[in-house]
């Protein structure tokens, strides 16, 4: 899976790129080998045109999997403390999530929940927190 850095956007919206191989890499989150904060990164689970994503793997996701990213000079290991289906609407609420103080931690979030096309697509947020290994 590739990572780009996604723009935050005037209101510090994460922005996921169009494609399912990509992921967005919240700008105003900390990177890897940074010793506090929260690392961000979010894609799609899937697509209509382009089939099942590699995020959808996060899906099946538990406490104490192990999860590995790569930056530019450095690999970080980090294992899964919890993974939380929320609204979609909700997760400009839970502040911890984008929180750049405070432990390190490594958040992922992709689509999740029942897919609902009338009313927009998936209607859940899966978000896997994870602590450094």
């Known amino acids: 899976m590739s990572v780009r850095t996604a723009r935050t956007g005037l209101r510090g919206l994460l922005l996921v790129p169009r494609g399912i191989r990509a992921a967005g890499w919240w700008d105003g989150g900390a990177r890897v080998g ?27 996701a538990r406490a104490g999997d192990r999860i590995a990213i790569t930056g530019e000079t450095a690999t970080q290991r980090f294992v899964v403390d919890a993974v939380d289906l929320v609204p979609k609407i909700s997760l400009d609420t839970r502040e911890e999530t984008f929180a750049a103080d405070g432990p390190l931690r490594l958040v992922l979030i992709t689509c999740a929940g029942p897919f609902l096309p009338a009313q927009g697509g998936y209607q859940d947020l899966a978000v896997i927190t994870a602590r450094p290994a």
């Open 34 to 60: 940074d010793a506090y904060g929260a690392i961000v990164i979010a894609g799609h689970v899937d697509s209509a045109t382009q089939g099942v994503g590699p995020f959808a793997e996060l899906l099946r």
